[in-house]
Each structure stands twice: as C-alpha cells, then as structure tokens.
C-alpha cells in the first residue's frame, strides 16, 4: 500500500552543514551554545571554498529528495568564499532537482567589508532573478546600520529577510534591535527565547532537533500568533522525523498535545514554496497521516515527482547518480576537515 502528498518543505537550512560529519573534534568541549557557535561552527565555515559548497549542497539535496522533500529554504554563511556562493548553491540542488530559496547570512563578525560583501551577495543573486531571501546570521552579530541595510535592501528588492532570532541568550535583545524593520514576510529561525509578547511579524521556523542537540531549549511555538513552520536547522531535511520530532516535544512539554498540531507547522512549509502543492510524493506507507506517521517507523518515498519530472524513481535520483555525488561530497568532506 502506499500514498501520495505534495512534496516536503525544509524551512531552514544549512545545506554547507552536510560536510560536517566526521569532522576532527574542536580545540576545546564548547559548554554552551556560544562556545557550539565559535569552536565548531564559526570555524567551519570560514573554511569553506565553492567546490566544498558545491558538493556540500548536491549531497544535502540529494538526501532531501530520498526523504520526499522537494523544497529547502537555505541559510548559507562562507566568510572566505561568499561572492557567487548562492548560485553554485542554486545551480546543485536544481542540477538534483530539488527546489531551493537562497540566502546570505550576513553579519559584522568579520567586520564591516565582511559586512557589506553579505550583501552585496545576496543583492546579486536576488537582482540576477535568484529564488531568494536576504540572510542575516544573528541580531547579535550584526550592528544596526547592517541590520537596517539588510531590511532596506530586502525591501527594495520585494522579498523577506532569513534570521535566526533568539536562537540562545546570547541574542536577547533581538527582540528590540528588530522592532520596527521585521515585517510578515520574515523568516524568524528558532525563536526559542523570543519573549511570547514580542509582538515581531514573520514565520517562526521551528527545529526542534537542532535546538535539542544544542541544548538551548524548547521554543513552545504554540505561545506565538505567527505561522510556524519546521526546518532541521542543518541536520538532514527527513521531515518526518523532525515532525516526528517536533510532536514528542510538544507531548513533553502538554501531555494533551497530539500529532496534529505538529503536523499542521509541517504542511505550512509549503506556504513558503507554494510550487510543492503540485510536486507529488508516494510514499511506502498508507495513510500518511499525522496518527500513523508519528508512530510508524521506516516511512519513505518511492517516487517523487517536481514540476512533473519524476526526479526520483524506485528510491533512486533520475538527474544525477547518487554513489557518485555522495563520493564527490566525502573528498571534499575530507577536504574541509584538514583544513579543520
């Protein structure tokens, strides 16, 4: 027996995240969520070239669509490599078949030209007709004039800003720095410590597995008015899982809590990339409902279908070869960790 639903949506991720496994352990044990931030992955992406980009995107979006998802918002951030970094992004997960909205993470942790390169990145790409948002890492790491830069410019070019808001306490007072330049059309990664009262406009991105890994705690997205949505924050796009994920903190957190509140913050991914209500997904198991998929292990899809190409067959990727993207991806893996 099997089913068929529109394909999944990862709201937020960090495709460059992919090359990480296995990566040589940091100079110290980060403690907090600062320490995860500047021994891991600070230094990570500054090690970055846009053939580890490359291979790092094709094997996430490869491994988005074997898990039925067929559409990923993307947070990029490569401080050595950032001019054209979005299109070779762009270009690998289409070259999958894999839709992506595109993003640089800017911030004023390199300085001011560090800065000002960010956006001009994502100018770029968004004036070149890149299906994108304007990134921006963190309130925290980012001076106001960089903040209104990235809100102006956004603005101008007619599309939302992509920022992590709130994700530790480290940036508590996001809430205030972004009063007055968040509109509905922002992508709010996160927002564990976002006070309920806050009041900011946009899309509250939910990755419950990441801020578990991080220990940063439970965001409770039921306490806020915005949509909400659900992202992997990096770790994989198997959106079964992390709706999977995302039930079992809520039922922690309100043992009245059932799966279909978990569910609904999956299906409204597809808000953001309406496009993947005609992809179409079948999958191994019957029904795909939020009661059955929360308990039923092994769920996968069998065929995928993205603007009615069939990219994935039988389990297998029609557009590339899947031993052969995961190879590519594991020497520049192997790349990316001697620099390490």
């Known amino acids: 027996m099997s089913a068929t639903t529109p394909g999944m949506v990862c709201a937020h991720h960090h495709l ?15 403690t907090d969520f600062g320490e995860i931030l500047e021994l891991i992955w600070w230094r990570l992406d500054r090690a970055l070239d846009l053939e580890m980009i490359r291979w790092s995107a094709m094997l996430g979006a490869l491994e988005a669509l ?20 979005l299109s070779v992004i762009a270009d690998a997960c289409a070259e999958v078949g894999v839709r992506v909205v595109c993003a640089y993470g800017v911030t004023d942790r390199h300085g ?37 830069a990235a809100a102006g410019l956004a603005a101008d070019l007619g599309v939302g800003v992509h920022v992590h808001v709130c994700e530790g306490t480290q940036d508590a007072d996001a809430p205030g720095r972004l009063a007055g330049l968040a509109r509905e059309d922002w992508l709010l990664a996160h927002a564990v ?65 059932t799966p279909e509140t978990a569910w609904s913050w999956l299906e409204a991914g597809r808000d953001l990339v309406p496009e993947t209500a005609d992809d179409e997904v079948t999958w191994s198991y019957d029904p795909l409902d939020p009661w059955h998929v929360a308990f039923t292990p092994g ?17 297998r990727p029609t557009r590339v070869d899947a031993d052969e993207v995961r190879a590519k991806a594991a020497e520049q893996a192997a790349r990316l960790h001697a620099r390490l």
């Open 16 to 30: 460059y995240s992919a090359l990480a496994r296995g990566m040589p352990p940091p100079p110290g044990t980060p």
């Open 66 to 85: 074997e898990q039925g998802t067929t559409a990923i918002v993307d947070h990029h951030e490569s401080p050595e490599a950032i001019e054209g970094s």
């Open 112 to 148: 001011p030209d560090g800065a000002q390169r960010g956006l001009e990145e994502n100018r770029r790409f968004l004036a070149e007709d890149g299906r994108g948002l304007v990134g921006v890492h963190a309130a925290f790491t980012c001076s106001d004039q960089t903040l209104e």
């Open 193 to 257: 410590h976002l006070p309920t009262e806050a009041g900011l406009p946009g899309t509250i991105a939910h990755n419950p597995r990441s801020n578990l890994n991080n220990g940063v705690g439970y965001a409770r997205p039921t306490r806020f008015d915005n949509r909400v949505v659900l992202g992997s924050d990096g770790i994989g796009a198997a959106m079964l899982d992390e709706f999977r994920i995302a039930y079992l903190c809520h039922r922690d957190d309100d043992v009245t809590a």
């Open 299 to 315: 769920i996968r899809p069998l065929r995928v279908v993205v603007d009615g190409e069939v990219v994935l067959d039988d389990g």
